[in-house]
């Protein structure tokens, strides 16, 4: 099998007799003026609809735009309620304790609603909800009809008109008499307002029955029906497909493993984002790419995207919009943020990253500081300081040893940016110690916001060196080469130089891999490191390859410096903040938690992939 860059090829009322039928009044549909609507809303403890963990039912019964009856209480969930959740709604332990049951509320609900309209925002979620009520209580879901008014206001309403479709907008939006809460029955009632809002929108466009509104919330524009012929000819193999317009300008760059079957739903009614609408009135043509696997697939995407910035693309546009936290070289270093890596490693400098936000690398630095507190101000300070000023507020607190100052203790400040260099070199011990002994003394004072936002700020101090870290292994290597099987008991292959993918083939079962391994290797592209930690390419393209590392099956076949990380980068406590969230999920963080946490673990193992040799 020889091994080659993938082409790239441009895909540019009668009867059936003829009798006229006149049609009844009755054959029109059920007319909206004469229909029952109950419009929903619940609260939940956040958890998975199976749970049935309801907390309120708001409902309202409407008739030819008046409102006819209301249904509200509240419901004991049998478990506690997350505290971000009672932050949102206010519905607390104590507020539902002696609420009753989902067994006592479930049958009055239902005879409340019998055979009307369900609506709901966000429907699914409501009636996933009842749904698994029903199954778990032995009553037999009803099935009604259901209108979604989040949907109906993604095809009713224009872009240019709200800037989302949450109920708190469109409420703003439409001027309702009640505004949303978090509770469910001003949420009902507010969703009630919305919905005849939505109704007399959709009347210009000749909606009047049941039927006309089911069919208008899940219709296919002209459109999307006249531009169906794009699809033709693409070939049905993974790789890229690239919507352009009448100038060849990229509007989206899209990935599947069947080309050709995904465009096609491009013009059907499975899609229904209002942006890929648009996209597809004004493409003119598509371009396939083909690729030997998924995983090349995915990161051409990436590369597509960063270099185009097609505008229909939400993700993954601005890579340049990444910061790193730098420790600079300089007679006094400090913590800087940063946009891209510099090749001063050997000068001092270290770096954590990259982030997606400021507000993460702010995160990261307030925990670097906790245990390392170099000086916070931006001044250039020379490598000895003439000046007898002493130094800012920081330092008379005793925070910083002022070696912007001649009086300042110069060797103790370098003594701090030592250790900070540790830290970002891959031992956060010191970083952890810190950050684990604030939140056992705010936990104990019942400071539990303070501990969590603590705990928040070494989460992102331990993701981002064990991303660091990950990144750094990779991209060291010139010449890893792994494979993973697949499902027709062939191999994909890649080659990845520098963190970036250099090659792809796919061996077919039954043919020896190794010519191809050499085949890559030989015909790959050459790559030049980029400066440390950074990768070669795009830092989302090595994260993609890290994670198609971690995958199931995938083997080591060749790599010239091996891959290891710094056994107290951050991978412990990414995972010791697992279990925490995985707890606070089920139940409210106490004291008890935040001591758990800061208790000795045993070692915790997170490699940087998951891979056997070959």
């Known amino acids: 099998m020889s091994v080659r860059s993938p082409s790239v090829t441009t895909v540019s009322g009668t009867t059936g007799s003829g009798t006229s039928v006149q049609i009844s009044i009755a054959d029109l549909g059920t007319p909206l003026r004469d229909l029952t609507f109950v419009v929903v809303d619940l609260e939940t403890t956040g958890g998975a609809p199976a749970d049935a963990g309801i907390t309120e039912i708001g409902a309202v019964k409407v008739v030819g735009g008046e ?23 206010g519905i607390t332990d104590a507020l539902v304790a002696t609420a009753p049951r989902l067994a006592t509320v479930l049958p009055s609900f239902l005879d409340f609603l019998g055979d009307a309209v369900l609506v709901a925002h966000n429907a699914p979620y409501d009636v996933g909800f009842l749904k698994a009520a ?10 009604p009809a259901v209108v979604d008014t989040a949907r109906l206001a993604r095809v009713a309403l224009h872009r240019d008109e709200v800037a989302n479709c949450k109920l708190g907008t469109l409420a703003a939006h439409f001027r309702t008499t009640v505004t949303p809460t978090h509770r469910a029955l001003d949420d009902a009632r507010a969703t009630t307002d919305v919905l005849h809002r939505l109704l007399e929108r ?5 909606v009047t029955t049941l039927e006309d509104l089911q069919a208008f919330t899940s219709r296919v524009s002209s459109a999307q029906r006249t531009k169906r012929h794009l699809a033709d000819g693409l070939p049905d193999r993974p790789g890229v497909y690239v919507f352009q317009d009448a100038q060849g300008t990229p509007l989206y760059v899209g990935t599947s493993r069947r080309i050709r079957t995904r465009v096609r739903s491009y013009f059907t009614a499975s899609e229904q984002r209002r942006r890929m609408a648009e996209m597809v009135r004004i493409a003119e043509r598509v371009v396939p790419i083909v690729c030997a696997t998924t995983l090349e697939a995915r990161v051409r995407e990436l590369r597509l995207i960063a270099e185009h910035k097609p505008r229909y693309n939400q993700r993954s546009r601005r890579p340049e919009t990444q910061t790193w936290v730098k420790l600079t070289a300089e007679p006094a270093p400090r913590l800087s943020v940063v946009r891209a890596v510099a090749d001063d490693h050997h000068d001092g400098a270290r770096y954590l990253g990259p982030f997606t936000s400021r507000a993460g690398a702010d995160a990261a630095i307030e925990a670097l500081l906790l245990a390392h507190p170099v000086r916070t101000c931006t001044t250039r300070i020379a490598r000895r300081p003439r000046s007898d000023i002493p130094g800012c ?10 070696p912007c100052s001649s009086t300042g203790d110069r060797d103790a400040y370098l003594r701090v940016v030592e250790g900070l260099r540790t830290a970002m070199s891959g031992d956060l011990s010191d970083a952890i110690g810190s950050a684990e002994r604030r939140m056992a003394l705010l936990a104990a004072e019942e400071r539990f916001e303070d501990a969590a936002r603590w705990r928040e700020r070494l ?10 870290h990950r990144t750094a292994a990779l991209a060291a290597d010139p010449g890893l080469v792994a494979a993973q099987p697949t499902a027709d008991h062939g ?9 970036r993918l250099a090659g792809a083939a796919h061996a ?3 043919t020896d891999p190794r010519p191809i391994v050499d085949a890559l290797l030989a015909t790959g592209e050459q790559v030049e490191a980029a400066p440390w930690p950074a990768p070669a390419g795009l830092a989302e393209e090595a994260q993609e390859l890290l994670r198609w590392l971690d995958g199931d099956g995938v083997r080591l076949v060749r790599s010239s410096t091996g891959l290891a990380l710094p056994a107290g980068c951050g991978g412990q406590v990414v995972a010791r903040l697992g279990e925490v969230r995985r707890s606070a999920s089920r139940q409210v963080l106490d004291a008890e938690d935040y001591s758990a946490f800061s208790r000795p673990r045993g070692p915790v193992d997170v490699p940087v992939t998951r891979i056997r040799s070959a």
Not at 134 to 143: D, E, I, M, R, V
Not at 393 to 402: N, S, V
Not at 491 to 499: C, F, N, T, Y
């Open 508 to 510: 077919p079962a039954g």
């Open 134 to 143: 029903c199954q778990l209580h032995g009553h037999p879901w009803p099935a």
């Open 202 to 206: 959709v009347a210009d466009f000749g």
């Open 491 to 499: 191999w994909d292959i890649h080659l990845i130089r520098h963190g």
């Open 67 to 89: 409102v006819i009856g209301e249904f509200a209480t509240l419901v004991n969930p049998g478990a506690p309620i997350p505290a971000f959740v009672a932050s949102l709604t």
């Open 393 to 402: 507020a920081l330092a008379e607190l005793g925070r910083c040893p002022a």
């Open 459 to 468: 989460g992102h101090l331990a993701a981002a060196s064990l991303r660091t």
